[in-house]
């Protein structure tokens, strides 16, 4: 852009009419219009972007994906001005060798969805009324999961800090401290703990049935894919730390002491995972087909509210005849919903089969209540079958807690 404004024009070819887009930038007095200023990366993001809807256009292009299905677009862009700018300092104050602008900017916006998410999610009839305009920090006071919730796999700790500093409740758990770690407040600090995650804490050995064959035909819980998950290039190793990146900075010292150490049964015990916590695992890498599992026997409350519960009891049997019916009938339609790419044309691919896999395995857990005992048995019968084939192994935790 310049002082005097240039008009740009866009005329697909061969059009018939001389029909014109123009965008034309008129400069605030003293605004920099340098190529490197960001009033001009700006407004040649927006030209781009013009461009590219206009071609989409004459290309009769259909959208695959539909996005801010849960939360409100403007309220998300709202909320997330604040955010950031509460906690952008932390990008001065980075600790790990990671880039700053990326972990920080894109865990500010977790956030930031996660709140708003919360806030409609737990909702009731008897939750306070809440001045959003006229509250300093309204979020404070909004609704939230009940019983917390649990960053399973939090790396460096950063998403539970700020969660926590804007007065949610929870826990961050990941392989190992970080060195982040020690430099938060002592609210976030006492939040993250070392914790080795066992799926076999879920069912104690001992106690435990024994697993009914699979494929069973009378659950709905899909097989899994025939294949070992760990050996695909395309999902992460047993052997990668969950949640970790690969340049983080190992902890110096390990923030947590010898009270505290590493929770060798935090499932059994409870305190972790508490029942009706949110369970957050946008980093959970090879944990991730845990998720529900593990949301299942924990009585997790990511999919449902109390308030909702009973009205899930009633459509249960509506929800299981109308899910299996769709599984008949929309098989293909599933599929394409899960947008795998390319026209779902690499869907027999290792890592789309186990994409499907877990879909569908995610989709049983959600539409079913979470005191549906035979539900449980079949998350259990799960564990017993991967404890039997030897597909698990636990790590030990790093770093001096793995010493207790």
Same mark, same amino acid.
């Given at each position: 852009?310049?002082? %005097? ?6 005329? /697909? ?66 909320? $997330? ?17 990671? =880039? ?28 306070? !009324? ?12 909004? /609704? ?29 758990? @990941? ?8 430099? $938060?407040?002592? *609210?976030?600090? =006492? *939040? ?10 879920? +069912? ?21 894919? #025939?294949?070992?998950?760990? @050996?695909?290039? @395309? ?12 340049? @983080? #900075? ?8 010898? #009270?505290?150490?590493?929770? #060798? ?22 944990? %991730?087909?845990? +998720?529900? !599992?593990?949301? %299942? ?20 049997? &509506? ?44 989709? +049983? ?11 449980? &048995? ?7 079958? +991967? ?6 192994? %636990? ?10």
């Amino acid at each position: 852009p310049n002082p %005097t404004p240039t008009p740009t024009s866009i005329s /697909p070819p061969g059009a018939e009419s001389n029909a014109k887009l123009q965008i034309s930038a008129h400069p605030l007095p003293g605004t920099p219009t340098s190529f490197n200023s960001r009033l001009h990366r700006t407004s040649l993001a927006l030209l781009e972007t013009v461009h590219r809807y206009g071609w989409g256009a004459l290309g009769n292009y259909k959208k695959r994906v539909i996005h801010d299905c849960l939360v409100k677009r403007e309220a998300y862009q709202d909320l $997330y001005l604040v955010m950031r700018e509460r906690h952008k300092g932390l990008v001065s104050s980075w600790k790990e060798v990671t =880039d700053p602008y990326k972990h920080v900017f894109e865990d500010i916006g977790i956030a930031t969805f996660l709140m708003l998410l919360w806030k409609d999610t737990y909702a009731s009839p008897s939750s306070p !009324v809440v001045d959003d305009e006229g509250d300093a920090e309204p979020w404070k006071k909004w /609704p939230r999961p009940p019983g917390g919730f649990i960053d399973f796999g939090c790396g460096n700790g950063l998403l539970t800090h700020i969660l926590v500093s804007e007065g949610y409740e929870g826990v961050g758990i @990941d392989l190992r401290a970080r060195t982040s770690w020690e430099h $938060y407040p002592q *609210a976030s600090r =006492d *939040a993250l703990r070392v914790c080795a995650f066992s799926p076999f804490d879920l +069912v104690p050995e001992a106690s435990s049935p024994s697993p009914s064959p699979r494929p069973d035909s009378s659950s709905s819980v899909p097989p899994p894919p #025939s294949f070992d998950l760990t @050996d695909s290039k @395309d999902v992460s190793s047993p052997d990668a730390s969950p949640a970790s990146h690969p340049n @983080d #900075s190992p902890s110096s010292p390990d923030p947590t002491d010898d #009270s505290k150490g590493a929770d #060798s049964s935090p499932l059994l015990s409870g305190s972790i995972f508490k029942p009706h916590a949110f369970i957050i695992a946008n980093h959970a890498d090879e944990l %991730t087909p845990w +998720v529900p !599992v593990v949301t %299942t026997l924990t009585d997790a409350s990511g999919e449902q509210t109390e308030a909702k519960r009973e009205e899930g009891k009633e459509k249960e049997n &509506q929800a299981k005849d109308q899910e299996e019916k769709e599984e008949e009938e929309n098989g293909e339609a599933f599929i394409a919903s899960l947008n795998l790419g390319g026209d779902n044309a690499n869907a027999s691919s290792s890592y789309s089969v186990y994409r499907i896999w877990l879909a569908k395995l995610s989709r +049983v857990c959600r539409t079913r209540t979470r005191t549906d005992d035979a539900l449980k &048995q079949e998350m259990i019968d799960i564990i017993e079958e +991967v404890r039997k084939r030897g597909l698990f192994k %636990t790590r030990k935790p790093e770093g001096k807690a793995g010493e207790h």
